[in-house]
């Protein structure tokens, strides 16, 4: 470390250039003694100047351009730490050899792996719901931002009908079976594109792409129907039921303003005796 620290005053930014001067004046040594030992003599042999000039200039040609090739793993490995740092994926680590540049090459490379997979890792625990699997909040509203400019979608808002009740009658143990199987229930209904989040408590989201109210209620009124055909929850006698809101948007800016009118629709439709739909009044119109 001392002799890095103290060449740092050779292009400091510059590791390769430093390396390359180095080189540079090691080759040049034997020229410049040979010009100092006949200046020394006073005489010149032409002859032999000649010679080892050009040979010492195509040594510096071939030793800068061995040099960059060499130095090849160390700019890999720091692209590598770039990418990382900017939070892009590793898609290819490049296989080093048995030296010193190969073997930080390759610890380089498994470390950005591993930090890679631990940033996914973290970031999948910070949008996922622990008990349901399901996107939460934070993760619903990032992929939605995702959602084409100009794309009509439906905001589905369902809340579980009377989850209190089972809360404080047969305990939290069984509140939370009965939101898993629900959950569950969510993803064998709707498709893979569409997404489907934890809103809070009892509260559900679901954001149907490429799907109009009209359809996107008939689609929840089969989860209606088959939530009475073969019911959930701990009381044969109450069997699970839900309500829900659904609202029109097209492109992710009119996310917030469709939550707040399926939010509308929900409090309807809990209002007019839940187990049922509601279509945002409004928004209905356009489907």
Same mark, same amino acid.
């Given at each position: 470390?001392?002799?890095?620290?103290?060449?740092?005053?050779?292009?400091?930014?510059?590791?390769?250039?430093?390396?390359?001067?180095?080189?540079?004046?090691?080759?040049?040594?034997?020229?410049?003694?040979?010009?100092?030992?006949?200046?020394?003599?006073?005489?010149?042999?032409?002859?032999?100047?000649?010679?080892?000039?050009?040979?010492?200039l195509t040594?510096?040609?071939?030793a800068?351009?061995?040099l960059?090739?060499?130095?090849?793993?160390?700019?890999q490995?720091?692209?590598?730490?770039?990418?990382?740092?900017?939070?892009?994926?590793?898609?290819?680590?490049?296989a080093? !050899?048995?030296?010193?540049?190969?073997?930080?090459?390759? /610890?380089? &490379? @498994? +470390?950005? $792996?591993?930090?890679?997979?631990? *940033?996914?890792?973290?970031?999948?625990?910070?949008?996922?719901?622990?008990?349901?699997?399901?996107?939460?909040?934070?993760?619903?509203?990032?992929?939605?931002?995702?959602?084409?400019?100009?794309t009509?979608?439906?905001?589905?808002?369902?809340?579980?009908?009377?989850?209190?009740?089972?809360?404080?009658?047969?305990?939290?143990d069984?509140?939370?079976?009965?939101?898993?199987?629900?959950?569950?229930?969510?993803?064998?209904?709707?498709?893979?594109?569409?997404?489907?989040a934890?809103?809070?408590?009892?509260?559900?989201?679901?954001?149907?792409?490429?799907?109009?109210?009209?359809?996107?209620?008939?689609?929840?009124?089969?989860?209606?129907?088959?939530?009475?055909?073969?019911?959930? !929850?701990?009381?044969?006698?109450?069997?699970?039921?839900? /309500?829900? &809101? @659904? +609202?029109? $948007?097209?492109?992710?800016?009119? *996310?917030?303003v469709a939550?707040?009118?399926?939010?509308?629709?929900?409090?309807?439709?809990?209002?007019?005796?839940r187990?049922?739909?509601?279509?945002?009044?409004e928004?209905?119109?356009?489907?």
């Amino acid at each position: 470390m001392r002799f890095y620290l103290a060449t740092r005053f050779l292009f400091p930014r510059h590791f390769h250039l430093r390396i390359f001067a180095i080189c540079f004046a090691a080759v040049h040594l034997p020229l410049i003694s040979f010009v100092a030992s006949q200046a020394a003599m006073g005489e010149w042999q032409w002859q032999v100047f000649v010679p080892l000039l050009l040979a010492t200039l195509t040594g510096t040609g071939g030793a800068i351009v061995a040099l960059g090739a060499l130095l090849a793993p160390i700019r890999q490995a720091s692209e590598m730490l770039r990418q990382v740092q900017h939070g892009k994926a590793i898609t290819e680590i490049p296989a080093g !050899g048995r030296d010193l540049a190969g073997e930080l090459l390759d /610890s380089v &490379g @498994l +470390a950005a $792996l591993a930090t890679n997979t631990r *940033i996914s890792q973290l970031r999948d625990a910070a949008e996922r719901d622990v008990l349901t699997g399901l996107r939460n909040r934070r993760g619903f509203l990032d992929a939605a931002a995702h959602l084409r400019s100009g794309t009509r979608a439906t905001l589905a808002l369902v809340d579980i009908d009377f989850f209190k009740r089972i809360n404080d009658i047969f305990g939290h143990d069984e509140g939370d079976l009965v939101l898993q199987e629900f959950s569950h229930r969510l993803t064998e209904t709707m498709r893979r594109s569409d997404l489907i989040a934890r809103w809070g408590g009892e509260e559900f989201a679901i954001l149907i792409p490429g799907m109009g109210p009209r359809e996107a209620q008939a689609m929840m009124e089969r989860l209606r129907t088959a939530l009475h055909a073969d019911p959930i !929850g701990p009381n044969p006698e109450e069997p699970v039921t839900f /309500s829900c &809101g @659904l +609202a029109f $948007l097209r492109g992710p800016d009119q *996310i917030a303003v469709a939550m707040q009118r399926a939010d509308k629709a929900l409090y309807a439709a809990k209002h007019g005796g839940r187990d049922r739909i509601a279509l945002d009044a409004e928004l209905a119109q356009m489907a």
